[in-house]
């Protein structure tokens, strides 16, 4: 938890910092201070929409004399957000072996490191894991997870750059299942200015792991940088709209006063948030639980 507060005191203190800028010296909530506190949201990357929902709640609340002050006010904002963001944040349960994870995003965003903390959180609880190297497209991408491979201790499963990554995240598949390893987790490519061909080859990914394992892959996972605000959003938006995004994973948060953005993402596309990222160690990736976050948050 204190990792976890430390990683996010530049969000909290955006966020909460700027409602108690807003409320000191206040006795009353009126007009102007909802004003305020719409705009405090909106340049905390809340999201318009999502802002607009929470104030316009709040106004109600007020006008009925459900809130009767400042104080009461901050309590109802913190109650919100936790709830648009407790969505069901567990890895879906599953009989088959392996579990299989497809781990997508942009370039940059984080994806090598939460792969190498996803495996070692799972290689901690015991359980067997390997990793496919399915971003073909850079060698350094292969090189890359790798050596994070190497530092956890799991294996990987890859080829040469410029193989078909779907049939590198196959051969991994069945390779995985014939040797009875629990987890797989699998690397795919991020570039992003290839928009069409990146979201025809994930599809294709999937598409072939269902050949082996028609429940599988059991989560996809979409990991978004924090620190790029409104565009992790648009992000959310095209990889879930192609391959069905079932998890988000949310990293650097320690380095961003742009925290707020998970509010909007998961109330717009109502995708769980399933792990945060809050540091460059390898413990600096946790499950994530929207009572502990939003008390690091406001308290
Ligand atoms: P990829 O291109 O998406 O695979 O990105 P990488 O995993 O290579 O990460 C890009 C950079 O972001 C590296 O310098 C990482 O150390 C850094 N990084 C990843 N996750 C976090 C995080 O949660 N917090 C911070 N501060 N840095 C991170």
Do not use: C
């Amino acid at each position: 938890f204190k990792r976890l507060k430390e990683g996010l005191s530049k969000t909290s203190n955006k966020l909460v910092g700027g409602i108690e800028t807003i409320f000191f010296g206040k006795k009353e909530i009126d007009e102007d201070l909802l004003e305020e506190l719409e705009e405090l949201f909106v340049t905390s990357d809340v999201g318009v929409n999502t802002t607009l929902k929470i104030i316009d709640e709040v106004r109600d609340e007020v006008s009925r004399k459900v809130l009767k002050n400042p104080e009461e006010l901050k309590n109802s904002i913190k109650d919100k957000i936790f709830n648009i963001l407790s969505l069901d944040n567990s890895l879906k349960q599953v009989d088959e072996k392996p579990y299989v994870i497809l781990v997508v995003g942009v370039n940059g965003v984080g994806k090598t490191t939460t792969i190498a903390k996803l495996a070692k959180m799972f290689k901690d609880e015991g359980l067997k894991t390997v990793l496919a190297a399915g971003d073909t497209f850079r060698a350094a991408a292969i090189d890359q997870l790798q050596i994070w491979a190497d530092r956890v201790g799991v294996p990987v499963i890859k080829q040469k750059e410029g193989s078909d990554p779907a049939a590198v995240i196959y051969d991994a598949v069945v390779s995985a299942k014939a040797k009875g390893y629990d987890v797989l987790i699998a690397d795919t490519a991020g570039r992003l200015h290839t928009k069409f061909n990146l979201m025809n080859e994930l599809k294709k990914i999937v598409r072939v792991i269902k050949k082996e394992m028609p429940e599988a892959p059991h989560e996809i996972l979409l990991v978004l940088d924090a620190t790029s605000g409104q565009n992790a959003v648009s992000q959310a938006k095209i990889f879930s709209e192609a391959v069905g995004v079932t998890g988000i994973v949310l990293t650097k948060l320690d380095g961003t006063a742009k925290g707020g953005v998970i509010v909007g993402i998961v109330d717009e596309l109502k995708i769980p948030v399933k792990f945060i990222g809050f540091g460059e160690k390898m413990d600096d990736l946790k499950p994530f639980d929207a009572k502990t976050f939003v008390d690091a948050l406001f308290e």
